[in-house]
Structures are given as structure tokens and as C-alpha cells.
């Protein structure tokens, strides 16, 4: 049986662990953390029944350098990671070159009074401002959130959180008014049905790949 | 369809339904999943028992932590070796509803394979008689 400050120790022991558990992927996260913290409570409960509380010490070190070369090896996908976002962010420009060129073709079809380039890179004359800073900062967004996505880019979720942000901020940043709102309405969706495309062609080519079984445990 | 590897048969519904499983490409086994298998060989088991099996089967000198045993069953899980078990065999017991894993067929093939390999090369330093006296100095006066 233990004391009430055995307890207390290793309940303290099992919330410092909670939070060391965070740094694994969330994939790995979601499907095993629930067990490792069975695993780690009942080891550390047996090894305080048998050994005493002093003997938390080395079972905290076993486990930190446990912890250690498992983060590390769970994310050994650094390299993948480090693609993915060279990926994301010649995505991103491809993008936004391809919805600048949609703009300029909109505004040739459809332009007012102005041609296409003076309305690109000049003045708006209602907004103010020129549709090259719209571009500009939809840019910005894109790659800080392409960049946040990838980063945990073997997440599902995240993924798809992060399109779903990227198309908010995208559709916020690109419509300042609805003074053209067939162009900026069309460019939201244009930049957001590339975005989609391109993050499904790059989910459906990472995930296939299987885990080397003789990379385990060495 | 059958595909003879040492005295096992692998069936045409492996083949089809999970691919071709290759015992041989397995191995070697690095000892963190062979002593999880050979764990898991006498029956389910869950993740602190297979850590605690482990540790008795090597005489404490194989610790599993936390981390290596569930990185190691989630790439077995992927590689088929192991599955994971549907029923809790002591439900009444085991309030924390813990899940429990056994070996598979092919996990359990890849165990036999990798056991003879480490007997052959068990046999071959008895035949040299490397138990019972220091090793690895070169040049070593006899």
C-alpha cells in the first residue's frame, strides 16, 4: 500500500509524463498515449512498492532516455517533414502565381476602366489599395499556414483544420469589399479548390508508406 | 497456391488479402520485437505485461520503456506481426479496459525463423567454444 506521499509523488510523476507525451505526433499520439500512461503509472506504482520511492530516480532516468530516443525516432520523418515544406511553400507560389494570372486574365475580360496590370500592381480606386497587396498578404497567409500545416503535416487532422483555415483566411484576406465580387469570390475559390488539389495529391503520396519493422528498437 | 519456407505454408489467402509476406525479409529481428513476439507467443497479453514478460524472459537487461514497446507494437501491428485482440480474456479484472495484442500466424513464423537463426549462430560459437572464456582480443596468446 502506499502512502499518501507516494501518491502524491506519482501523481505528480504521471502529469509530468502527460505533458512529455505531448511531443510524440499526434498520430502516435492518439493511438497510444492513453497506453503508455497505463504502462508508465503501473511501472513506477510497482517500482515504488518493491523498491521504495528512492527507487523513482533511476526509473524516471530509464524513462527520460526512453522518451528521449523515442521522440526522436517517432519523428524521424524530419526529413519528410523538411520536403514537405519545401513542398508547401513551391506549392504556395505556384498558387499564387496561378491566382495573380487568373486576376490579371479577370480583370483584361471584365476590368473596368483600368487595364489589368495598372489594377495588379496600382491603386484600387474604391479600396485603396492594389490588388498586389491582397496577393500579397493571401500569400503571407498561405505560406505561414502551408508552413504550420506541414510541420505537423503527418496529421490528418491538422491537415485538414489547416485547409479549412487557409480558405478562411484566404476568402478574408481576398475580399476586402464586395465591390468586385465575382473576382474576389472567384479567386477564393479558385485558390482554395488548388490548395485542396494539391494537398490531397501530397496526402495521398506520403501516406501509403509503411514503417520499416527492422528500424524498431535497436 | 503455396509457397513452401522452411516447414511452413504460407496460404493464397495471405497472399491476397495482405500481400506477400516474406518471413525471410523480416529477419533479423532487432531484440526489442523478438522478445515482444516471444512474449506474446504463450498468449495475449497487454502492453505491461508484454514490458514485464520482457524483462523477466532477459533477465532485466532488455528494458522496454514505454516508448520503445508501443513504436515497436505499432510497427508490427502495420507489419501484421501481431494483432490486436478483440476480447479482454480478464474483463472483470482489467477495469481499465487496457488493450491486449496477440501474435499472428505470420508474426508467429517469423518468431520460429528468427529463433533457428540465433540457434545456428548460437551452434556455431559453441562449436568454437566462446562460452566460458574471454573473447575478442586479437592477437591473444592461447
Given at each position: ?140 497567409t498561405?505560406?505561414?499556414v ?15 483544420g489547416g485547409l479549412g483555415l487557409m480558405w478562411l483566411s484566404g476568402s478574408m484576406v481576398?475580399r ?12 477564393g475559390?479558385?485558390?482554395s ?26 | ?142
Amino acid at each position: 500500500m502506499l502512502s499518501p506521499f507516494e501518491q502524491r509523488l506519482l501523481r505528480c510523476m504521471c502529469k509530468i509524463y502527460g505533458v512529455m507525451l505531448l511531443v510524440y505526433p499526434c498520430s502516435f499520439r492518439r493511438g497510444y498515449s492513453r497506453e503508455m500512461m497505463l504502462v508508465f503509472r503501473n511501472g513506477a506504482r510497482d517500482v515504488v512498492q518493491n523498491s521504495g520511492s528512492w527507487a523513482l530516480l533511476p526509473f524516471s532516468l530509464h524513462i527520460l532516455c526512453d522518451w528521449l530516443m523515442t521522440v526522436l525516432f517517432e519523428r524521424d520523418d524530419m526529413e519528410i517533414m523538411r520536403k514537405a515544406l519545401v513542398a508547401a511553400v513551391r506549392d504556395t507560389c505556384c498558387i499564387t502565381v496561378a491566382v495573380s494570372c487568373f486576376v490579371v486574365v479577370a480583370y483584361m475580360l471584365f476590368g473596368r476602366d483600368d487595364n489589368a496590370l495598372k489594377l495588379l500592381f496600382l491603386r484600387f480606386a474604391f479600396e485603396q489599395m492594389p490588388v498586389s497587396v491582397f496577393v500579397a498578404q493571401g500569400t503571407v497567409t498561405l505560406l505561414a499556414v502551408s508552413g504550420a500545416v506541414s510541420a505537423v503535416g503527418v496529421d490528418m487532422v491538422a491537415v485538414l483544420g489547416g485547409l479549412g483555415l487557409m480558405w478562411l483566411s484566404g476568402s478574408m484576406v481576398m475580399r476586402p469589399v464586395s465591390y468586385y465580387a465575382f473576382d474576389v469570390g472567384a479567386v477564393g475559390v479558385l485558390q482554395s479548390a488548388l490548395t485542396v488539389a494539391l494537398f490531397s495529391w501530397r496526402l495521398l503520396k506520403r501516406y501509403p508508406s509503411q514503417p520499416s519493422l527492422n528500424a524498431v528498437g535497436k | 497456391m503455396t509457397n513452401r519456407t522452411g516447414s511452413l505454408t504460407i496460404s493464397a489467402t495471405d497472399v491476397v488479402m495482405n500481400g506477400p509476406k516474406n518471413v525471410e525479409a523480416m529477419l533479423p529481428l532487432t531484440p526489442a520485437v523478438f522478445h515482444i513476439l516471444l512474449a506474446l507467443s504463450d498468449g495475449e497479453r497487454h502492453g505491461y505485461a508484454i514490458m514485464r514478460d520482457v524483462a523477466a524472459h532477459t533477465n532485466g537487461s532488455l528494458q522496454l520503456g514505454p516508448g520503445t514497446l508501443y513504436g515497436c507494437l505499432k510497427r508490427m501491428l502495420a507489419a501484421r506481426l501481431i494483432e490486436e485482440a478483440d476480447e479482454r480474456p480478464d474483463r472483470e479484472l482489467d477495469n481499465e479496459r487496457r488493450r491486449y495484442y496477440r501474435i499472428t500466424d505470420f508474426g508467429a513464423r517469423t518468431l520460429r525463423a528468427e529463433a533457428e537463426r540465433l540457434a545456428v549462430a548460437v551452434s556455431a560459437a559453441q562449436a568454437k567454444r566462446l562460452f566460458g572464456r574471454k573473447v575478442g582480443l586479437v592477437g591473444v596468446k592461447r
